[in-house]
């Protein structure tokens, strides 16, 4: 397979976005950096090549939501394998609203695994399509910016723009 990326300009930072042929996103994140984002794609899914273009049909989405469509992300395809706990949980996270932030300890909830909450954290560390699988949606119990790989300033931005432009 030939992945496609490009970049594009956000508030909080560069923005990259890895797609596969069907142009589903197999990697993304708040970096101008290719390289950043392959090391956490699926080792099936790795792509055999590398394309660099101008843009990507994706990138639209991308720019819409930080123009505050913070709802556009829903409908992205996102491809990423793991077992059956990470599979559930990326998709639980895509469920998590924008506006409304769920503790671990939620999210554990959501995931069926109530006791699972470093479970939970390590979902959301190993998602390699932030934005899409909105893993910054999910906060420490006292509200704060636990970990996030691509700074907490950047998941205080995006906290703070889903909370403004969300539909309540």
Request: net charge negative; charged share 20%.
């Amino acid at each position: 397979m030939t992945a496609r990326s490009a970049t594009v300009a956000t508030p909080p930072g560069p923005f990259t976005v890895v797609v596969d042929d069907d142009d589903a996103v197999l990697a993304a994140g708040w970096t101008a950096e290719v390289a950043d984002l392959l090391p956490v794609v699926h080792r099936t899914l790795q792509p055999a090549a590398l394309e660099r273009v101008h843009h990507l049909p994706v990138l639209d989405v991308v720019e819409a939501f930080h123009a505050g469509e913070v709802g556009i992300i829903d409908g992205v395809v996102v491809r990423q394998r793991s077992g059956p706990f990470l599979q559930d949980a990326w998709e639980q996270l895509r469920r998590v609203p924008a506006g409304s932030p769920a503790t671990y300890a939620e999210f554990a909830v959501r995931c069926g695994r109530p006791a699972a909450i470093r479970a939970a954290a390590n979902a959301c560390a190993r998602n390699a399509a932030a934005l899409f699988v909105p893993c910054h949606r999910v906060i420490g119990s006292d509200g704060g910016l636990t970990g996030f790989r691509w700074g907490t300033p950047v998941k205080r931005w995006l906290l703070d723009h889903e909370a403004t432009h969300s539909v309540a």
